[in-house]
């Protein structure tokens, strides 16, 4: 899809990834545009990137320059001529892209693939397993681990794909790399893989892991709902796979959390300041374990409406049980040292407390993503069904779900 003569997009079905790959600055372009939404650069993270909501939907946009006078619609992102004198930021800035183009390149059936990975996205948000920020799984682990199954049963049913995810890798023996059958490369143990808990290996040349802030409690709670969902989905007959989607119990769970107040005077100036702080939440969450022994970083973001400036609030669980005292002032003034080296712009509110369950405002009582009175489930599509591609609005060559014969949508991409 072409944005001018001189730029176009990169299209991910996998995770709804984008690279934008132009001569020109990428930030006029896209603001220009009547879909697009809330943008803002993140441009001091490793990979830089821009965020903001395209036709609605939040979206990350890595971006790099090429330097050729044109970037023709249908260039091949795996040409190595395009690659040449990009640089290491620019490399990483593609690197997702590539292996997102790969994954499909690579898996049996890719619709199955998409309706899999999509159920999976849902699961992993839904019990706050998902978010790479936080020390969990980012989309393109998620990803990769989905096409590995696919590969292991390419003619297995959408419910069975879904079950032997679990299966596989809740009796999986990490640190194991898990690594896509691509029919060339040959892998060979790489002595630092057994410094990490989950390897995971991009399927594109040079075949590199994906990047990972997984820590010690991180681990055991991914591995904990890994287990969970193999244990409501083991028995197909008898698979409970609303139960999979109910949101995990922080309240119940947790008597207390560390709460992250961040805020900004204003809103366009909010999104760079949090993310900022997201991208440096690793110490943070080895603190919390090194002085607590557990730190369930729930990824969910609230907002205080009772303050009147923009602003974003997370609620992290404590160990239960645990009565030390946490100096939460020293904690606070480690972490705003970490935040500050490297900054650019002007630093703006962050705070740190300990409130307890019972303390907790009621926007934040509600467990992840859930709503009063609803219960998420997923739907088992009729693959002989007669169904009708809906396009997207402003993207007219992308399928963003499906009508039935009896008038009823099913969004069926992975994206989301």
């Known amino acids: 899809m072409g944005l001018t003569p ?24 896209l603001k220009s545009r009547p879909e697009v939404s809330e943008i803002h650069c993140v441009q001091d993270a490793k990979v830089p990137l821009m965020r903001f909501k395209f036709d609605g939907i939040s979206m990350d946009l890595p971006y790099t320059r090429l330097k050729v006078l044109a970037v023709t619609e249908n260039v091949d992102i795996f040409n ?15 690197s997702g892209v590539r292996a997102n183009k790969r994954i499909c390149q690579l898996v049996p059936n890719l619709e199955k693939f998409q309706s899999m990975l999509r159920c999976v996205k849902l699961w992993a948000k839904r019990r706050g397993v998902y978010g790479n920020l936080n ?21 297995a049913s959408l419910s069975a794909l879904i079950s032997n995810f679990f299966k596989t890798f809740a009796l999986w023996p990490w640190p194991t790399p898990v690594v896509l059958r691509d029919g060339m490369s040959q892998h ?22 994906c990047r990972c802030n997984i820590t010690k409690n991180t681990f055991y709670k991914i591995r904990a709902e890994l287990l969970r969902g193999h244990n409501l989905t083991k028995d197909l007959l008898k698979s409970d796979f609303d139960n999979i989607l109910e949101p995990f119990p922080y309240t119940q769970t947790y008597t207390r959390f560390v709460k992250i107040f961040v805020s900004a005077s204003k809103q366009d100036e909010l999104g760079d300041w949090v993310g900022w702080i997201k991208s440096r939440f690793r110490c943070l969450i080895l603190k919390l374990e090194e002085v607590q022994g ?15 400036e923009p602003n974003v609030v997370f609620y992290w669980g404590l160990q239960p049980g645990k009565t030390n005292v946490i100096d939460i002032e020293s904690l606070r003034e480690d972490f705003w040292r970490n935040i500050s080296n490297g900054y650019q712009g002007l630093l ?7 409130v307890q369950a019972s303390q907790l405002a009621k926007y934040a009582q509600f467990d992840t993503l859930s709503r009063k009175g609803t219960k998420a489930s997923w739907k088992m599509s009729d693959c002989n069904q007669q169904r009708i591609p809906i396009y997207s609005q402003h993207l007219p060559h992308y399928v963003v779900g499906y009508l039935s014969t009896n008038g009823d949508s099913e969004y069926r991409s992975a994206g989301g």
Request: net charge negative; aromatic share 12%; hydrophobic share 45%.
């Open 348 to 354: 703006r509110r962050m705070e740190l407390s300990i």
């Open 80 to 94: 190595p001529f395009f690659l040449s004198d990009i640089g290491e930021t620019g490399w990483k800035s593609l």
């Open 294 to 308: 557990l730190c369930d970083p729930n990824p969910a973001e609230y907002i205080d409406l009772d303050v009147a």
């Open 188 to 209: 060979t143990i790489n002595p630092t893989e057994t410094q990490l808990f989950m390897p995971i290996r991009l399927p594109c040349n040079p075949y590199e892991y």
């Open 6 to 29: 001189l730029g176009f997009m990169v299209q991910s079905r996998t995770s709804m990834l984008y690279a934008l790959v132009l001569t020109l600055p990428p930030w006029h372009m």
């Open 135 to 155: 020390g969990f799984l980012g989309g393109v682990h998620l990803a990769i681990l989905a096409a590995f199954v696919c590969q292991c049963d390419p003619n």
